[in-house]
């Protein structure tokens, strides 16, 4: 592979530190034994929040009532698309039985989780779309009960367009708080919350390490960092589109890399003289953070040949991969690792983080070699069964025995060895 940096990262995404992990365990400590006492006295601290927690179906509809109609219907066309996306994920994923051998059959079931818990970051934006992605996803999959959270707007709490999606989106109950103290909420089954059978949704550095710290006996959707973007382009793409792809990736934070490889000189020079003007351009903090990540973080590589940009690409295996070159098809089948894949100019990441139907929760730092994204696969549980009858027992049994004694399991093998004596008494007390 022949790759020739024009711009190189100084930087790297910084890793979670060690006095986040720290007070993210001390934190969980305190709210296991606390509880939602506990968990107040964060949200009071953390959040400058003294209003109640829980959401009630009166405050639901007076912020519905509040959101513009033209908003609202913005809102249902994404929503849209992102349950019919899911539902028909959820339809690929079937029951199934089939018989091995004569009397030996054997199954799987699809069963979706009892409980989920969904974060719904806010801060600097309000992420409407990550209500839609994480609620409406658990609920096409058949999930009963789905606890949102999300920390509060200053006095006003959740803003009025979120608590609209994450109703629309069929959350079971809203909770007005965030960070480490609102994953506990949902983990530990606080203010009248079931205990959450898994935990999905993005967040800040101290959500994605209490999701670490609580995964096990407690599902996630993934261990998430921060959001990075690569495009693929050749001599066909239009620098200014290039260019305005990545700032809109860049603007996400300091702390999420950007990557452009190319087999075209003149679009990487182009875009690298360009990239700078439209930060510029950006309002604060979009601006800062943007400018920040592409000084710090930012690649611009130039590539003899397609393949070599696919390897490129598979190496770093991001989050989200954008090609804008000739021949999609063959990207398509070619690219193997990446959260999800933008094929063509006339898309753009913008359109799967907001409203195009595919979810916008996916793996970050390289996990793409590995993992998909949030899908509802994640909240399904694939579970097997077997049934056995007179016909298959003779030889399933001896099978089974000689191998368990070949391991030097002799209590295996005699669990098999008893229900061929108990066959052969059935048989001789039947004849």
């Known amino acids: 592979m022949s790759v020739t940096h024009l711009k190189t990262a100084p930087g790297e995404p910084p890793r979670t530190a060690a006095d986040v992990a720290d007070t993210v365990q001390v934190m969980l400590a305190r709210l296991r034994t606390g509880g939602a006492q ?8 953390l959040d400058g929040w003294y209003g109640a927690i829980t959401v009630t179906r009166a405050e639901i509809d007076a912020a519905v009532a509040r959101v513009p109609q033209g908003l609202k219907d913005d809102i249902g066309w994404a929503h849209d698309n992102i349950s019919r996306f899911a539902a028909a994920q ?18 799987q079931r699809q069963i979706p989780l009892a409980a989920a818990g969904c974060y719904v970051p806010g801060g600097r934006y309000s992420h409407i779309a990550s209500a839609l992605m994480s609620i409406a996803t658990a609920r096409e999959a058949g999930v009963p009960d789905i606890t949102a959270c999300s920390p509060p707007n200053g006095s006003q709490g959740i803003p009025d367009a979120m608590l609209y999606a994450m109703d629309l989106s069929g959350a079971t109950r809203i909770l007005t708080i965030g ?12 203010f009248g919350a079931p205990t959450a059978d898994i935990l999905v949704g993005p967040g ?15 599902g996630i959707d993934m261990f998430a960092g921060p959001t990075d973007s690569l495009v693929l382009a050749d001599d066909t793409a239009d620098p200014e589109t290039v260019a305005a792809d990545l700032v809109g990736q860049a603007e996400h934070g300091s702390n999420s890399p950007v990557w452009l490889v190319t087999t075209h000189r003149p679009l990487a020079d182009a875009v690298l003289a360009r990239v700078p ?20 973080l930012a690649e611009v590589a130039l590539c003899d040949t397609p393949e070599d940009m696919a390897q490129y690409a598979d190496a770093k295996a991001p989050e989200h991969l954008h090609v804008q070159a000739r021949d999609l098809p063959w990207w398509r089948m070619r690219l193997r690792a990446y959260g999800s894949l933008f094929l063509g100019e006339n898309t753009t990441v913008a359109f799967g983080d907001k409203a195009a139907g595919p ?10 070699r590995y993992t998909g994204g949030l899908s509802v696969h994640k909240f399904l549980k694939t579970v097997t069964w077997q049934e056995v009858d007179a016909r298959a027992l003779p030889d399933l049994a001896r099978v089974t025995a000689s191998l368990s004694r070949a391991e030097g399991m002799e209590g295996h093998a005699r669990s098999a060895d008893i229900r061929l004596v108990t066959q052969s008494r059935t048989a001789t007390s039947t004849g």
């Open 38 to 45: 506990v968990a107040l006295e964060y949200a009071r601290q």
């Open 359 to 368: 979810n916008h929760v996916l793996p970050t730092s390289g996990a793409a």
């Open 90 to 107: 959820r339809a690929t994923a079937q029951d199934m039985a089939l018989e091995l051998r004569p009397g030996l059959w054997a199954g």
């Open 179 to 190: 960070g480490v103290q609102g994953i506990a909420a949902m983990a530990f089954g606080l």
């Open 277 to 296: 003007a439209l930060i510029a351009e950006l309002p604060e903090p979009n601006r800062a953070a943007a400018t920040a990540a592409w000084r710090d």
């Open 204 to 218: 800040n550095a101290y959500v994605a390490e209490a999701k670490r710290q609580l995964f096990g006996p407690i």
